[in-house]
């Protein structure tokens, strides 16, 4: 998998005007810090960055709003890598912030989906990610292959700085080629979730929670429901609810609680202990198979098993659905959500 990504990105480079990660492998594997630029989904798929760099290749990694960099006043040295991440390739914000760190000498590594764009052009090596044209404005599977082609990059920094172990990589490797499978199971869950979705078109808050890789997918999820539902939504990390976000929760409040079965499955059994204490309605994303939480929950949607560090690649999908079916329900139009713009270029 590895090599035919790397020969693809290669191809790639021949007409983009990108160059492939193979040329710049050396230069990741010596990188002594990365820093992850983007906006909205972009930026969610950048969490997630960081949880696998830093855990496959322990490279030290800062993941920034483009939208706050490009203003502040930030250390950026030539030795610093910086990847930005875009699925138009023309987010205004995005664009600056690469030119901010390219003033400063550090180089440019891009993911973008659009073939040719401002970003793509503005960066010193890349790789596409193909995911086709997004018809509506929200990002949906940008966000999957922004995150495949990231977990893919970390894997290669990681074999090559010798901090991701062969066995553990070849596991990998092997759970890769399953994911297309899994995702189709996923969409398979559609008539579940607008079940759920029927149940709760008409709340007016919801809370996402998630930890460790599920944390982005929480802030994600939240996201998807604002942008085309218009409900008020938020994500946090599951471990952060008791410092403040534990307060919202009544009857009233939807919590979408992300619980599959990973390192930390048992501290996510006591978050949503925490809200059905307070009366909080659970929705729970959980493994296959899995009964515990299930047993506490008012609504639970099962994806398949899958290692931890792959499960946003599914976990997302039960809440891009969710969202979309409220949106329909609530007579909102999904691929032009008001307010928004595809490219926010400025
Ligand atoms: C960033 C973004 C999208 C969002 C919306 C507005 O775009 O925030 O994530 O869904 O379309 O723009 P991009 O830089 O990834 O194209």
Redesign the pocket.
């Known amino acids: 998998i590895l090599d035919s990504m790397r020969g693809r990105m290669i191809a790639d480079s021949d007409h983009l005007m990108m160059s492939g990660i193979r040329e710049y492998e050396n230069k990741f594997a010596k990188a002594k810090r990365i820093i992850i630029v983007?906006?909205?989904?972009?930026w969610h798929a950048g969490l997630v960055a960081e949880y696998l760099i830093e855990d496959f290749a322990r490279i030290p990694v800062e993941v920034e709003y483009a939208s706050e960099f490009r203003y502040r006043n930030p250390i950026i040295t030539e030795k610093d890598i910086v990847i930005a991440?875009?699925?138009?390739?023309?987010?205004a914000d995005?664009l600056a912030a690469i030119e901010l760190a390219k003033s400063k000498g550090a180089t440019i590594f891009g993911i973008c989906n659009v073939v040719g764009s401002s970003i793509a052009r503005a960066t010193d090596a890349g790789a596409y990610t193909h995911a086709g044209p997004e018809i509506g404005?929200?990002?949906t599977k940008?966000f999957t292959a922004q995150v495949t082609v990231l977990t893919l990059i970390a894997m290669i920094i990681g074999k090559k700085r010798g901090t991701l172990e062969e066995t553990k990589l070849r596991q990998l490797m092997v759970e890769l080629e399953t994911i297309p499978a899994k995702v189709e199971q996923c969409l398979q869950l559609d008539d579940q979730i607008k079940t759920i979705a029927a149940k709760y078109k008409d709340a007016t808050n919801f809370i996402y929670l998630g930890r460790g890789y599920n944390y982005p997918v929480a802030l994600e999820g939240a996201l998807k429901l604002k942008?085309i539902s218009y409900i008020h939504a938020e994500g946090y990390p599951a471990a952060e609810m008791k410092h403040g976000p534990i307060a919202l929760i009544d009857e009233q409040m939807p919590v979408v609680v992300i619980a599959t079965k990973d390192s930390s499955y048992e501290k996510v059994v006591s978050n949503v202990q925490e809200v059905r204490a307070r009366k909080g309605k659970v929705i729970a994303v959980v493994t296959e198979g899995d009964t515990t939480i299930p047993s506490m929950a008012d609504y639970v949607i099962e994806i398949p098993e899958t290692s931890e560090h792959l499960m946003p690649l599914l976990s997302v999908i039960p809440l891009q659905l969710l969202s979309y079916h409220i949106a329909v329900m609530r007579g909102c139009n999904v691929d032009q959500p008001r307010n928004?713009?595809?490219?926010?270029t400025v």
Do not use: D, M, R, Y
């Open positions: 983007a906006c909205g989904t972009s991440i875009s699925q138009s390739g023309e987010t995005t404005v929200a990002s940008a942008e928004l713009a595809k490219s926010v």
